[in-house]
T-cell receptor, first 116, second 117 residues
Framework: DTGVSQNPRHKITKRGQNVTFRCDPI?????LYWYRQTLGQGPEFLTYFQNEAQLEKSRLLSDRFSAERPKGSFSTLEIQRTEQGDSAMYLC??????????????FGNGTRLTVT | AQTVTQSQPEMSVQEAETVTLSCTYD???????LFWYKQPPSRQMILVIR??????QNATENRFSVNFQKAAKSFSLKISDSQLGDTAMYFC??????????????FGKGTKLSVKP
């Protein structure tokens, strides 16, 4: 169990550019989640996958955001045409599916995005 | 819609003393789960303790315990014998107990706890 890994740790981009983040969950965790955390706030749910299926998306996930988990292992989160309001920490988490209570989320260290 | 409120943005406690962090929530759901997560500086968030809404007994994990008052929709965290390593942001979180939203944790804004030597 090497933990949830996120890359890159930091990303600085200019407004209008596209960015992609990667998350490698704990092996054999079939659930993977993306959250966004802005300064002074708690994390906000964006989306989650069970294996390769995207089961839920938040209204926060605008058309500029897309997430994939093609083989049910790692996941990518892409933001197109970035805006300054996208600046935040993007957190990935994974869990086994043992029921909502018995599957606490294991979080990664996050990717900090700064849009200039 | 569910909301989670943490009314204490910052707190401090002396090492070895006890501190209580407050959390209230609003929901019309009858089946749900409550959590406290800890986010140390520059480190990942980790689960501290969890509680099922239908269990009246308060959860306990070593030095951490909760006071769950379902009618009042209150879920406070008590840390006994505080240690320097307890310094962190603490987030209270709510999750529905069934249906599609089983990954959708709703977090409060957090309480920054500083343990002083």
């Amino acid at each position: 169990d090497t933990g949830v890994s996120q890359n890159p740790r930091h990303k600085i981009t200019k407004r209008g550019q596209n960015v992609t983040f990667r998350c490698d969950p704990i092996s054999e965790h079939n659930r993977l989640y993306w959250y966004r955390q802005t300064l002074g706030q708690g994390p906000e749910f964006l989306t989650y996958f069970q294996n390769e299926a995207q089961l839920e998306k938040s209204r926060l996930l605008s058309d500029r955001f897309s997430a994939e988990r093609p083989k049910g292992s790692f996941s990518t989160l892409e933001i197109q045409r970035t805006e300054q309001g996208d600046s935040a920490m993007y957190l990935c988490a994974s869990s086994p599916f043992l029921g909502a209570y018995n599957s606490p989320l294991h979080f990664g260290n996050g990717t900090r995005l700064t849009v200039t | 819609a569910q909301t989670v409120t943490q009314s204490q943005p910052e707190m401090s406690v002396q090492e070895a003393e006890t501190v209580t962090l407050s959390c209230t929530y609003d929901t019309s759901e009858s089946n749900y789960y409550l959590f406290w997560y800890k986010q140390p500086p520059s480190r990942q968030m980790i689960l501290v303790i969890r509680q099922e809404a239908y269990k009246q007994q308060n959860a306990t994990e070593n030095r951490f315990s909760v006071n769950f008052q379902k009618a009042a929709k209150s879920f406070s965290l008590k840390i006994s014998d505080s240690q320097l390593g307890d310094t962190a942001m603490y987030f209270c979180a709510f999750m529905k107990g069934y249906g599609g939203s089983q990954g959708n944790l709703i977090f409060g804004k957090g309480t920054k706890l500083s343990v002083k030597p």
